[in-house]
């Protein structure tokens, strides 16, 4: 029986088409994905991410736990509010998910993880945080608003108390806080600006038709994925998982090495990957003939050898199609994708593909 | 209910086919096919001159979402593909059962007879059984 989010009746309301996603039922789109997906590029989009988990950690323990539990160091989020990203990896430094974690102060972090992935987060950061003496709170009593777009956030403002709404315009970058009953951050999945904003789930009706009456887009999963690709965002499960470490994910630049006596689970597995480098990188491919790279089609990066596409989709920012792929770390240049039993030329190009509404594919040698 | 026009038939696999008067035929996706793959971003239709079976995976149309074969509702050899759906697929959601269409087909001698090809009412009933 798959959940539902406090907006499950909005949504159907909405005439949302609705999917499983990590085991809730979710709104994929609502009349057209590319048309939400333009939403967001131009103007602003609200998606419900309310599926993701929000976990409060508190006690006297919790920095030593969360420098145990994470790959990136929280020990450098020193003003409140600010936010981190990072992977929670195993002992071999497989990736066990990735999500962002708040610092609210020296016995608060929020940590907000993947849907699919939070009833086994959550057993294993309970099994953690016994020894540091750490509580641990699932917030399923919060729903969560993703406002997203270059007007996101003056739309999303008109929804607080004026002073409250001036507080969070006032926001940088990668920091949230809380204003009355909500937390407002300045966070995203889409590549551009915008607000993630939890708030008692009984607000998050009214606050969906508010931003509705504004011209704010219903989007659904099916935008969201478009627009994190565009962005180069890895999709948790697809772009990485157990089995794969971060160095071979993008996401070597997560991994807080030093200081050197910080012994976070997996370090000791990926210390040796960092000397000697990884033998697989995880790159942004660009199609240069029509066609639609999907996830999982083979790709041949001679005389690098082979890999295969870990996200793939039909990019309505750049109307061609693009892809992340896992290929050997040689792999440059030219490749061929094997699309429906043909092969198809593509380019290994660098990330992300767009950000903030504008395509960074302006090297000539990027456009086909 | 879905836009079904009544004077043509269909297939259980959401293709429409239409008769034109120099008895070829016009193949598209039905307008609930159109809605249920959303988007489309890229249609290959087959070139004049392929002989195809009954069946046989002659299209593909894809969205952001998916892709998806389609199939030929009667054995034969194509006339044409839609010349357009390579620079415009949308022209397919916009417009499945008209400036949408797939691909002509001169049907195999007998061949039309022998496709067991559903009338308006017949895949409204598959539709039905699919919503259940």
């Known amino acids: 029986m798959a959940r539902q989010t406090p907006l499950f009746g909005l949504h159907q309301e909405l005439g949302a088409r609705m999917v499983d996603f990590g085991g809730w039922n979710m709104p994929v789109q609502y009349s057209s994905q590319i048309g939400e997906h333009h939403a967001v590029r131009r103007a602003a989009g609200v998606f419900d991410v309310s599926h993701m988990g929000i976990l409060d950690l508190r006690g006297a323990g919790v920095r030593a736990l969360l420098q145990r539990l994470l790959a990136n160091d929280v020990a450098k989020l020193t003003t409140p509010g600010k936010a981190l990203y990072s992977c929670m990896l195993n002992e071999q430094g497989g990736v066990l998910d990735d999500l962002i974690v708040y610092f609210l102060n020296d016995y608060w972090y929020r940590m907000v993880v993947n849907a699919g992935t939070r009833d086994r987060d959550l057993a294993w950061i309970r099994e953690h945080a016994g020894a540091f003496t750490v509580e641990v709170n699932e917030r399923s009593d919060l729903a969560m608003l993703a406002v997203q777009g270059p007007e996101a956030r003056a739309k999303a403002a008109q929804l607080l108390p004026p002073a409250d709404g001036a507080a969070a315009l006032a926001l940088d970058g990668f920091v949230g806080r809380e204003l009355g009953q909500w937390f407002v951050a300045r966070t995203g999945y889409t590549g551009e600006d915008g607000f993630e904003i939890m708030m008692p789930a009984s607000d998050a009706v009214a606050a969906w038709r508010g931003l509705n009456s504004l011209g704010v887009a219903s989007c659904g999963l099916g935008a969201r994925d478009t627009l994190r690709l565009e962005a180069g965002m890895n999709l948790y499960g697809h772009d990485m998982d157990e089995s794969t470490q971060p160095y071979e994910s993008n996401l070597g630049w997560t991994v807080a090495l030093a200081p050197s006596e910080r012994r976070f689970i997996g370090r000791a597995a990926l210390e040796p990957i960092a000397r000697a480098g990884s033998q697989r990188k995880l790159v942004g491919l660009l199609l240069e003939e029509r066609g639609v790279l999907r996830a999982h089609q083979k790709v041949t990066a001679a005389p690098a050898g082979e890999g295969e596409i870990t996200s793939g989709t039909y990019s309505p920012t750049l109307e061609r199609s693009i892809a992340l792929a896992r290929l050997p770390s040689a792999a440059a240049g030219q490749v061929q994708v094997e699309v429906r039993g043909k092969l198809l030329p593509a380019r290994v190009v660098r990330l992300p593909f767009v950000r903030a509404g504008r395509s960074l594919l302006t090297q000539t040698k990027d456009i086909p | ?132």
């Not at chain 2, 417009?95 to 017949?122: I, N």
């Open chain 2, 1 to 132: 209910m879905s836009n079904l026009p009544a004077d043509l038939k269909y297939t259980k696999s959401h293709e429409w086919v239409r008769t034109l008067p120099d008895s070829t035929v016009e193949i598209g996706i039905t307008d609930h096919a159109q809605h249920e793959l959303g988007d489309l971003v890229f249609v290959e239709v087959p070139d004049a001159g392929r002989v195809v079976k009954a069946d046989e995976p002659c299209a593909v149309v894809e969205s952001v979402k998916a892709a998806s074969d389609v199939y030929a509702p009667i054995a034969g050899e194509i006339t044409a593909g839609n010349p357009k759906l390579a620079a415009e697929p949308e022209i397919v959601n916009a417009d499945p059962y008209g400036e949408g269409w797939l691909m002509r087909l001169k049907p195999a001698p007998g061949a039309l007879t022998a496709a067991a090809l559903l009338s308006a009412a017949q895949y409204q009933q598959v539709l039905d059984a699919e919503a259940h």
